[in-house]
């Protein structure tokens, strides 16, 4: 569904201010619902929930989609520690105290909707502020610890990151690499499973300079390839995975539910790739509104 094809929900497009960054978003459903935030992955931006954020504005909640750090263009501070995941967490707090109204207990609690490096942030979140939320949502990304476990004893796993090492090289290879051949490789990235005009308006602004090192500073910040603090996880999940992932494999996948203490689903959609929100966001909608539901 493209952004603003149903009447009924239109999308608006929001600026969320966190300190001296300005972020862009796009945000469906009643000012005064409840809050589901939703984090995107590399190399998406917020559109890429564009096909989910009306179905959860039509069903009362206010969804709002935000353009990261880095991926926002008034939002890029120049260093990798910048893109700390302690800084991604700090950032996706402050989207919901934005814009959350208060619970019956008066603490800001929300829904939090991931893919992705957004489902890293995600779990790391969860994991040191579960007070925050009612409930999570992990889109791909299996938990930090179990994929850190399956990649030093799964060689198949090991290797499906070696992309990740190469993203890693602060010495501007992986740029020039992505961007060469009018972003051949970048393009490539989505698996043919992307719409094309997501694709393109992505590989557009991503090659705005200084943009697509900013989003690979996501990579770079971590002390090693998957060195992400998330911790047990008590809030309620639900984790989906693509069967044709081929970043992110079923050890992994399988194995989450061993960090998760709280109420968890896990379905694996077979034939889906690692692009969930935008391959088939008719398959994962009905999970995630049903999810949101249990525990409004």
Not at 223 to 250: C, H, K, M, N, Q
Request: a negative charge.
């Amino acid at each position: 569904m493209p952004l603003d094809a149903n009447p009924a929900t239109p999308i608006d497009h929001l600026e969320i201010q966190v300190g001296p960054h300005t972020y862009d978003a796009l945000a469906c459903g009643p000012a005064d619902g409840e809050v589901v935030l939703l984090l995107h992955g590399w190399p998406e931006f917020a559109d890429s929930w564009s096909a989910v954020l009306p179905a959860l504005g039509a069903a009362g909640y206010r969804a709002v989609a935000v353009d990261q750090r880095g991926y926002s263009p008034r939002a890029r501070p120049p260093r990798i520690a910048d893109y700390a995941v302690p800084e991604l967490v700090a950032d996706a707090l402050a989207f919901a105290d934005a814009l959350a109204f208060a619970d019956s207990q008066g603490a800001g609690r929300f829904h939090l909707v991931s893919h992705d490096w957004g489902g890293m942030v995600a779990w790391a979140l969860a994991g040191a502020h579960p007070e925050r939320l009612k409930s999570l949502t992990v889109l791909a990304t299996p938990h930090p610890d179990a994929l850190n476990r399956a990649a030093a004893e799964d060689s198949d796993q090991h290797h499906r990151l070696d992309y990740v090492r190469f993203f890693r090289r602060d010495d501007g290879a992986a740029e020039a690499a992505l961007l060469a051949d009018g972003a051949a490789r970048l393009r490539a990235a989505y698996g043919g499973k992307v719409p094309e005009a997501l694709v393109e308006g992505n590989v557009r602004r991503l090659s705005e300079p200084g943009a697509l090192t900013a989003t690979l500073n996501w990579y770079r910040a971590p002390e090693s390839v998957i060195s992400v603090p998330a911790g047990r996880i008590t809030v309620p999940t639900l984790f989906l995975w693509g069967s044709e992932d081929v970043a992110l494999g079923r050890v992994a996948a399988e194995s989450t539910g061993e960090w998760v203490d709280g109420p968890y689903r896990f379905e694996a959609l077979d034939g889906a790739s690692h692009w969930l929100p935008e391959e088939v966001p008719a398959e994962v909608t009905p999970k995630i509104l049903d999810h949101l539901g249990r525990h409004a």
